[in-house]
């Protein structure tokens, strides 16, 4: 059993910081990457930015400069994942959810695993 927990979430004012969570437990042997997805009112859920257990990065456009992703691995049985969201503007308003892709034994392929969200509202 895999878990991704997230916290960190909330009302904010624009221009305002937020820094999200998320510490995945459970029968994990290896984590390969760990990432943070949004998904905002009527729209298709999106991918916000990751991290590759080598340490390479990439973001969507419209948040590079603003958000920082890193990540902690422990003895490849927990991950944690944090989001640095900095200059936070009324359209980064969604439910973020922390997604992992993860080994659950030696052998096994890697498969993506889902936290339940946390609501970020950017609003004055």
């Known amino acids: 059993q895999v878990q991704l927990v997230e916290s960190g979430g909330g009302l904010v004012q624009p221009g305002g910081s937020l820094r999200l969570s998320c510490v995945a437990s459970?029968?994990?042997?290896?984590?390969?990457?760990m990432g943070w997805y949004r998904q905002a009112p009527g729209k298709q859920r999106e991918l916000v930015a990751r991290?590759?257990?080598?340490?390479?990065?990439?973001?969507?456009d419209s948040v590079k400069g603003r958000f920082t992703i890193s990540t902690i691995a422990r003895d490849n049985a927990k991950g944690t994942v944090y989001l640095q969201m900095n200059s936070l503007k009324p359209e980064d308003t969604a439910v973020y959810y922390c997604?992992?892709?993860?080994?659950?034994?030696?052998?096994?392929?890697?498969?993506?695993?889902w936290g339940q969200g946390t609501q970020v509202t950017v609003s004055s």
């Open positions: 459970g029968s994990i042997f290896s984590i390969n990457t």
């Open positions: 997604n992992a892709y993860i080994r659950i034994r030696l052998g096994a392929g890697f498969y993506g695993y």
């Open positions: 991290v590759t257990s080598g340490g390479s990065t990439n973001y969507e």
